[in-house]
DNA sequence: TACTGTAGATCAAACGTTTTCCCAAGCTTC
DNA sequence: GAAGCTTGGGAAAACGTTTGATCTACAGTA
């Protein structure tokens, strides 16, 4: 790597000479000027970030950015919210945890070391207590989560609205037999989301029926061919996601169960392209994840700036109805 | 921000000596070791990233990835093969560049102003004449472009020998009257795809038929309704990705012809989420895309230490058969 | 001649660390 | 009681820039 000090020497200038050229201040004769800029380019000369860094005192803002799997469609879109937000004022250090929640415990500890100036941390798994140490150092937001902490901003989904949205919906279409796919695992969203379809049952007087399930198609299909096999009555199914939703689809297709008209069928999360090619089209509770990403990121610069006004940032999502709940004979 | 200086201070030592405690070199004597941490820790304090990189000349590899955009699954895939090449060792610095062309000239060209030692680039749309400026200030890495540049590494996917392989399969499930939706565009892939699909074709003195498609389902879906309401005698599709294969199996549908029996369809990419979900599942042409990510990161590792023994990798996709392609009655 | 102005270039401090070298004091050891 | 160790600690250089202050010619002016 080439330094001021080569091209001030092959030009027998001194540096500042050299450091005003490449930065166009300062007056300096044209034929020094055009020489050091000759000597740059072909030494390929690239100033040393760290350096102008230190000697500025103003560095390109840094944040980063942790997710539990950045091909999962929430997470690209989320990402995409966050560099959005970005532009051209900020660096995204993209950290993919792999699922693995130790490497994720590691990013996110080692993430002040990077040079970053905050974090954005994807999932909701992370324990209370990395949280509030990270938050001792850097400014952190979290996702899905309220934390009592000075460092530490919030975006929510209302997941139990959705949830009470979705099964609602099917109420209204006529089901009456609404089985929920979902409420397991230790996430936080997930057990919302059966809460808010257990409000909707209980207030029209219909029993919750809850079968703990997978995240992915072919736990959604082993869960719905459960339910059917035990001989269940069941004309309606709201699931946690839209890739459990395609797996009961499955399922009950095996059955020759007709979707809508005998079992309607509601997902969450809108992955669109999932949604819209699978047959019939899949109803979903639409997060606005890009959105999300960007708001993220911007309350993360005003946290670094230090004016930490919101503490919680809660997002309310809405109902894309399409094919696979209406049915033909409403209510 | 709080300094050495300010805990030096607070702490009644010198500089020197709450930089070894924190480091855990050097002596110090158990009482002041506990104030310094105290202090430090109580002031939240972080060691300044640049100045350590610049005191230590070692600092942490970082480097940038360029993609179109990261909600496309194949980007997505690639972002998670490099950052798993990078594991601990490295920083990545994804940049989206939201498909504009403009943007993403501009992210290439300040990336070496950022501390960045390397840089990914994600698709094969930039400037000839950017990638040769560029890599003479740091290594580069590019996609299925070959360069004869000092600086840059290529990895390509053999494009033309997959749609040659696709191709060869219908025409061995019995097919004739094959068609390739694609070829159009700027873009050097699709061209291969198409030429690929012609060599196949021409070895078996099959006419071929190339109908320009944009990279969606709904241009997938448009032009095999073109085809079909053009009378054109079809019992073979070959597209250029599965999105578009999506969109012809939809208009195939429509006018109820059988897949495969009436027509076989082969898509390129293999987006598994979908190939599988769709009905009947479709074949298609695999890339190894996390793969290519991670080699491309190992590559750019080796290029940047100096030691650039290669300078293309090559790829080869592999044909996934599902049902889609599966005529009962073979040949 | 002496003064002023100015273009062109350099000096030196500063940014926040790390790290090598050095020093002082206290302790052994013969 | 001098020589040698050990322990705890500090001074200062170095990393590569940026930038305000300063210096040097030399031209123009009175």
């Known amino acids: 790597m080439s330094k001021l000090k080569d091209i001030a020497q092959l030009t027998k200038v001194s540096v500042s000479t050299v450091s005003k050229v490449l ?13 050091i800029l000759r000597v740059a380019r072909q030494l390929g000369y690239t100033p040393n970030y760290h350096a102008r860094s230190m000697a500025r005192k103003t560095k ?6 942790i997710v539990p799997e950045i091909i999962n469609p ?13 532009g051209e004022d900020a660096l995204v250090i993209l950290m993919d945890s792999f699922r693995n929640l130790e490497r994720e415990e590691k990013l996110i500890k080692n993430a002040r070391f990077f040079g970053i100036d905050g974090i954005i941390i994807g999932n909701s798994r992370v324990s209370d207590d990395l ?8 400014p952190v937001v979290v996702f899905d989560k309220f934390y009592e902490l000075d460092n530490v901003v919030s975006i929510v989904l209302d997941n139990r609205y959705g949830a009470y949205m979705a099964t609602r919906h099917l109420i209204e279409n006529g089901c009456r037999n609404i089985v929920h796919l979902g409420g397991t695992h230790e996430l936080y ?10 409000a909707a049952m209980n207030e029209v007087n219909l029993k919750p029926v809850v079968e703990p399930v997978g ?18 009555q069941i004309d309606g199914v709201f699931c946690m996601n839209d890739l459990v939703a395609i797996g009961a689809i499955r399922a009950l297709k095996e059955k020759s169960l007709r979707i809508p008209d005998d079992v309607a069928v509601v997902g969450f999360d809108d992955d669109e392209e999932l949604c819209e090619i699978i047959e019939p089209p899949l109803s979903s509770v639409h997060q606005p994840v890009e959105e999300m990403g960007e708001v993220a990121a911007k309350l993360l610069f005003e946290l670094i700036k230090g004016n930490s006004k919101i503490k919680r940032y809660v997002f309310t999502p809405r109902l894309v109805v399409r094919r696979s709940s209406l049915k033909k004979v409403k209510s």
């Open 74 to 86: 929430f997470f690209a879109s989320l990402t995409r919210g966050v560099q959005k937000a970005c």
């Open 23 to 35: 930065n166009g201040k300062g007056r300096v004769s044209e034929k020094k000027r055009k020489e």
């Open 60 to 65: 390109i803002l840094t944040v980063g950015l």
């Open 215 to 232: 995240y992915n198609e072919s736990a959604g299909y082993e869960a719905m061919k459960r339910l059917l096999d035990s001989g269940f």
């Open 131 to 138: 949280v509030e140490e990270i938050s001792g150092y850097i």
């Open 189 to 198: 969203v997930s057990l919302e989301r059966a809460r808010g379809y257990e």
